[in-house]
């Protein structure tokens, strides 16, 4: 029985996630579920897992909910705060920590998960990118074990050789390639961008996800992301991780060998098959994703992705090649001007521009602990407010959080 803290519950990992878990009550077991302030929906959680312990960052979200499960739940304890969110990822008898927090926020909880020695199944990609070697070495030292549940980390994951140890060369890999959709503006004419609405840029051809990752998958600044957190998962170098665009999102990533030979995941999109695979490993379980059908499958198609309509993309590589502070730059810029645009305070182009002016004007810096990293990411909010003319008390009201 594994048993699991899952923090981002409210969310849709959250939810793709306790549905593989609701589908194998013999397997698994919910401990602790955290959440943002969303305590209407977190309580409703609460009364059918019934965890040990239920976390809100928010005080008053965290009494609102104290209130309402009071009598439905009464071994769940209620805790708030940010120090209650690292406590959930840390509880002595949870084995699996569910990171699906969306956006740095997640990085605290998920590197006291990675020092307590936890199984880590990582959806909050964010995380990874600003912690970037911090986060490693948290991971080594712990003796945590991290699991990629992005869907092309994961396809990636599972096209590795056996006992993989982070060194493409050694294990005769030439290339990884990341799969991109190239999302719902990827033949929309440039010029009518500066008009989309936030719901146009939500509205995935392929996959159902939280609004602050379906906007990055628009800029393709997900993608980007993605390379960064693939370097960091599997050791490769930016000139071993390619993009493919392959707009059916059939075929989740794929890692090419030296002998010629190709190996790829493929599966319907449907993020219940990364979550049970590593939610299971090393046994495999059904969660009722729907059979891919070879014979209606008529065209998988690819393409070149296109970095001039895509700028993000190159803001990604960019930031990897100048290491430090560059990621934590991108990653924080991208976050205050995806929540304003959220919010009807920025347009979609401002999203790149934006993020390409914040690295401008911060020179990369090393990066030698989470207070240096947290630092970076601040300035780089402050930078963003900046640029778009918003006050710097607004750095905090304009949130990607659900
Ligand atoms: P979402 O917006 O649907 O959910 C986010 C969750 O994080 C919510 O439960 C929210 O309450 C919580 N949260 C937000 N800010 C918080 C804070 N400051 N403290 C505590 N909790 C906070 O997002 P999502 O689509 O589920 O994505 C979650 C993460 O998983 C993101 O990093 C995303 O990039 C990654 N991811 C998502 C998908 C997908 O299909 N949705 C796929 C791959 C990776
Ligand atoms: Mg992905």
Redesign the pocket.
Known sequence: MRRLSL??????????TLDVVAQHPDRFTVAAL?????WQKLGELCRRYQPALAV??DEDAGRALKRDIAVACPRTRVACG?AA?SEAATLPDVDTVLA????A??LA?TLAAARAGKRILL?????LVIGGALFMTAIEEGGATLLP???EHNAIFQCLPPRYARSPRAAGIRRILLTASGGPFRTRAPADLARVTPDEACAHPN????????V?SATMM?KG?EVIEAHWLFGAPRDAIEVVIHPQSVIHSLVEYVDGSVLAQLGHPD?RTPIAQALAAPDRIDVGVPRLDFATLTALSFEAPDFARFPCLSLAYAALASGGSAPIALNAANEIVVGAFLAGHARFPDIATTCARTLERLPARAIGSLPDALDADGEARQMACELLALPADTVHSF????
């Open positions: 923090l981002g519950a409210t969310g849709s990992i959250g939810a793709s955290a959440a943002h302030r969303n809100l960052l940010a969110l699906a927090i969306v956006g926020a997640g909880p959806a909050n990609k964010e995380a549940i992005d869907s996959w159902s996800m939280g609004r602050k990752i379906s990055d997900n992301l993020m949130s990607i959080a659900a």
